[in-house]
């Protein structure tokens, strides 16, 4: 499957984006999907997933009550709404899927075969 992250941008502290993930070349439904930030110098970090065959969202801490994430598979699409967005949010962002991944492992992205492009995110003060 190819993955094309999309929707970022230079935003102020307390706006919102929402980040698209589109996948081709198989059937979405069959994979979770996730999606990771990097900042200059620092490591990956999970943000949020949706596990397959499941609506329900996984996020991080960090995240949780300001991102959303939702899919579409009958557009082979995945979302992430970000909202009350603050400086320490800019990063790179980029989404990732796997068709076997284990609940367990869902934040590791090692444990994710594809990998789209990534998009830049950038939050002023």
């Known amino acids: 499957v190819q993955l094309q992250a999309s929707g970022g941008g230079s935003v102020q502290a307390g706006d919102s984006l929402r980040l698209s993930c589109a996948a081709s070349?198989?059937?979405?439904?069959?994979?979770?999907v996730g999606w990771f930030r990097q900042a200059p110098g620092k490591e990956r970090e999970f943000l949020a997933a949706?596990?397959?065959?499941?609506?329900?969202?996984i996020y991080a801490d960090s995240v949780k009550g300001r991102f959303a994430i939702s899919r579409d598979n009958a557009k082979n699409m995945v979302y992430l709404q970000m909202n009350g967005l603050k400086p320490e949010d800019t990063a790179v962002y980029y989404c990732?899927?796997?068709?076997?991944?284990?609940?367990?492992?869902?934040?590791?992205?090692?444990?994710?075969?594809?990998w789209g492009q990534g998009t830049q995110v950038t939050v002023s003060s």
């Open positions: 990732a899927a796997s068709s076997t991944i284990i609940s367990s492992n869902i934040s590791n992205g090692r444990f994710y075969s594809y």
């Open positions: 070349g198989r059937t979405f439904s069959g994979y979770s």
């Open positions: 949706s596990k397959r065959y499941n609506s329900n969202g």
